[in-house]
């Protein structure tokens, strides 16, 4: 994924500690421009910047970059307004070994500062998709049942992480479903899941609570998903070697 930077604003002092990084930006070409502390600190809207700032282009994909690559887990976001959370989700998803992960057009900005330091990097580690207003030429346009639609079509189980749902991920029908290529489907913190898209998923499966609390934050709701069909993967993976190096599957017969 490419994520051209154009231009590479730095303070005194950062020039001076990341002096080799700010000079191969220079070679490669990017506009450098030193700036006070106080320029830095309304351009990055933090309370302590780092003193480096670039201006990348947009980077999100099209969705039929994913269904391309059969991808096998993906995260769908509908209706998540925080910031934060949906940055954490990104975050979450990639360390995960998530395909990809899907901004609804109702959801936050992607590029919106805050979602993009809460993803620590990540944004720019795995494909996404925003079918926002504010996503790059080409990407928008598409409603979000629309992308449930296509993930279903190349193979993905659609599963909604609803915590309404009476059925948990300690089910032993909803382990057996997290080894197969599936796209989770998480709502808005504060209301969850409207009914009209919910009603969309395969199947819906909530994070148990086993103490007093209520619920959980969406982004740790998201991580318990995720987590538990990444390991549910990678147990299948372990169960079900392939072979053994120069020894094909199905070995003709003698």
């Avoid at 990540?122 to 449930?148: C, E, K, N, Q, W």
Wanted: glycine share 8%; net charge negative; with cysteine.
């Amino acid at each position: 994924m490419g994520a051209p930077v154009s231009d590479l604003f730095v303070t005194a002092p950062a020039q001076a500690r990341h002096s080799a990084l700010v000079s191969r930006a220079a070679a490669a070409g990017i506009n450098v421009q030193v700036i006070s502390g106080e320029a830095m600190s309304e351009l990055a809207q933090t309370v302590t910047p780092q003193g480096l700032l670039a201006v990348c282009g947009f980077i999100d994909v099209p969705l039929e970059t994913v269904t391309e690559r059969r991808p096998t887990l993906v995260a769908l976001l509908a209706n998540v307004r925080d910031p934060g959370n949906a940055g954490t989700v990104l975050r979450t998803a990639d360390a995960a070994g998530a395909d990809a992960v899907v901004f609804s057009d109702a959801s936050v900005d992607l590029y919106n500062a805050k979602c993009v330091r809460a993803s620590a990097g990540s944004l720019f580690h795995l494909p996404v998709v925003d079918l926002s207003a504010s996503g790059a030429p080409g990407t928008r346009g598409i409603r979000l049942p629309d992308a449930i639609a296509a993930l279903r079509a190349v193979g993905l189980r659609v599963i909604a992480a609803d915590g309404r749902c009476g059925v948990t991920l300690d089910d032993p029908q909803a382990r057996d479903m997290l080894g197969g290529p599936t796209a989770w489907l998480f709502g808005n913190e504060a209301w969850g899941l409207p009914p009209e898209l919910a009603s969309q998923a395969d199947v819906s499966l909530a994070v148990p609570i086993y103490g007093k609390a209520e619920s959980l934050n969406l982004a740790a709701a998201a991580a318990v998903c995720l987590y538990a069909s990444a390991r549910q993967r990678a147990a299948e993976r372990v169960s079900s070697p392939g072979p053994a190096p120069g020894q094909s599957r199905s070995p003709e017969p003698i």
